[in-house]
């Protein structure tokens, strides 16, 4: 029984160390702005960021798929 009760000792400061940690980290993220924008990032992805048009080529417009009639 005092071997468990030993790793008690160490395991529960070990763990309120650790939930402190992730407590200040948790809040310098709050701080710093890591959770301002929430769908910005969302529609960023949708966007479309082609600067170029398409090349004409592409789109030839006969129907094909941009193949030149092939079969």
Known sequence: MDGLLGSLY????LSVVLVFLIGMIFWWSVRSGQFDDLEGPAYRLMMDDRDQPPDADENKGDGTGGKGGER
Do not use: E, K
């Open 10 to 13: 160490i395991l529960i400061p």
